[in-house]
Structures are given as C-alpha cells and as structure tokens.
C-alpha cells in the first residue's frame, strides 16, 4: 500500500507530515529523509492501533482527492510504502527470563539505537536469523535480503 503524505516546512521549523488518509496521522523530521521515515513508522502505528481497536482501515487515496485543498497546497507530496503483509502479523507478549546484567546491555543498545527493548530484540533476532528477514523480502526484490525495518514494538 502506498499512503499520501504531505510535507510541509515553515522558516526555523522541521519538515511537518501529514497523512490526510489516517485523521490524526502526523509527524516531524529535521531533514525530508528523516520525516519521511518518521512518517512510516507512524503510519504503520497507526494502522496497529486501528487493527487493534477493530475499527476500519482506511484505504490509500489518490493524491489527486486532496491536492486542491487549502490545507495542503503549499506541501509536496510523497507516497510512503506501507508492507500490509507485515501488518498483519500481530505482535504477541511474551515472558521471557535474561540475566539482569544482560537484560541492562540490551536496554543500554536499544536507548542508543532509539528503539525499544521489544525493538532491539526483533532486530536481534532477525539479525541472527537472516533466513527469517528473506521470508520479509517484498516479491519485487526478486529474492533479495533484505534488512528488517523498524520495529513496532511498545514497552508496556
């Protein structure tokens, strides 16, 4: 799926994104490149939270729906390409036991890394397991390794 986003940037500001399909859907980057992540892994969370409440996704619309709005004319368009496969996949809470010596290495690197414990994990593990990234692999790669993308993962 590829959503709409636009960007917008005011002097002395970041680069704001909106979704205009996702209500509520917005984010911030300081470079384009960063918002434009920013803006898929909000995305993809809000999806999560919509599949999680069971309320109805709203599909991506066409840039076209929404280019003559007020509220968007002054923005450049991107598309964000959402892996609705991945979404799909429910994440599922665990319990596991670690060495606290260990367990605090793992939260050290995940704060570094910007990521949550949960995320650094994923990665981890994905890391270890590189034939679990290629089952990941978009069929458009042609069978290319990929590697995994940012975790959706919330410490709870």
């Known amino acids: 799926m590829n959503y709409p986003v636009v960007i917008h940037k005011d002097r002395n500001s970041d680069y704001g994104v909106i979704v ?15 918002a434009l992540a920013m803006a898929k892994e909000a995305i993809e969370l809000h999806i999560q939270g919509l599949v999680e409440e069971a309320l109805t996704l709203p599909p991506p619309g066409k840039v076209e729906r929404y280019r003559r709005d007020p509220q968007f004319e002054s923005g450049t368009w991107a598309m964000v390409h959402i892996d609705a496969r991945r979404l799909r996949r ?20 995940a704060g570094e890394q910007g990521e949550t414990r949960s995320g650094f994990l994923e990665k981890a593990v994905l890391a270890y397991m590189p034939h679990a990234a290629n089952a990941a692999a978009h069929p458009s790669l042609g069978g290319k390794r990929v590697q995994p993308g940012r975790a959706i993962a919330q410490r709870r």
């Not at 205009?20 to 470079?31: I, K, N, Q, V």
Request: aromatic letters at 6%.
């Open 90 to 109: 429910r994440a599922k809470r665990i319990n596991i036991t670690m060495q606290e010596r260990l367990l605090d290495k793992v939260d050290r690197a």
């Open 20 to 34: 205009p399909d996702l209500p509520g859907c917005f984010t911030f980057g300081r470079t384009i490149d960063e």
